[in-house]
């Protein structure tokens, strides 16, 4: 079946780093991939939609300058979380689709902890 | 806006009876409906799914059940077991969503041996 794959699975960082996290698809062509967020006893909520070659999407109320979203390849997308702070903290997961009507897979997550 | 919700946050079952999560939904245009499984420190599974031309579908002791009329997902467990024990997430993608899975609250589900 379809795989994709999110590194680091878990990531501890001091304050006002930047940090990034890769999502490869490894098995498929992921022309979309998302980015999810997910705090602790809730739910996933989408943070943005990325098209290979093409600028992301951001949802409402996610801060584009903050996290910044590359997805130069079929195969790859990295979200970077730049100068994080102990609100940041959170699991962060992607997933891909390889095309528009196809389903959605999911990683595993990361989980960041800022301190 | 439009939003994906759940009616019970904890649902404890004993093992080997059977399970139903419920979801409500809001959005009237959804037309793809996707359960998720997900375990601690995981991303979510997908179990099954069922599109909005059908009210039922099946799979390996997974029912999905879909009541347009009243805006309602199911999912039935049957015969449950504690590897079920996970949060399960209803899910909705519609084509103006440009196709993006929008996700519900979740049901924690526990089992008990």
């Known amino acids: 079946g379809a795989v994709v794959s999110q590194h680091p699975s878990w990531v501890i960082c001091k304050s006002g780093t930047s940090v990034k996290i890769e999502c490869r698809s490894l098995d498929f062509q992921a022309t979309t991939m998302f980015w999810y967020r997910q705090f602790p006893k809730q739910s996933l909520m989408l943070m943005a939609t990325s098209n290979e070659g093409s600028k992301a999407t951001y949802e409402q109320g996610v801060e584009k300058d903050k996290f910044l979203i590359n997805h130069a390849s079929l195969t790859l997308s990295t979200l970077t979380v730049t100068s994080a702070h102990p609100e940041d903290s959170s699991f962060y997961i992607c997933?891909?689709?390889?095309?528009?009507?196809?389903?959605?897979?999911f990683g595993d997550g990361t989980r960041l902890s800022i301190l | 806006g439009e939003s994906v919700g759940l009616h019970l946050p904890t649902l404890s079952v004993q093992e080997g009876d059977n399970s139903i999560i419920n979801c409500a939904y809001s959005?009237?245009?959804?037309?793809?409906f996707i359960w998720y499984k997900q375990e601690s420190g995981k991303g979510p599974q997908f179990i099954i799914d069922?599109?909005?031309?059908?009210d039922k579908r099946q799979g390996q002791r997974v029912t999905v059940l879909l009541n347009k009329t009243v805006k309602h997902l199911s999912l039935q467990i049957a015969a449950t077991q504690p590897g079920d024990s996970a949060v399960y997430f209803c899910a909705e993608r519609w084509e103006g969503g440009y196709q993006k899975v929008t996700f519900g609250t979740g049901t924690k589900l526990q089992v008990i041996p």
């Open positions: 997933s891909a689709r390889e095309g528009q009507s196809q389903p959605q897979h």
């Open positions: 069922i599109r909005s031309n059908m």
């Open positions: 959005n009237s245009a959804s037309d793809y």
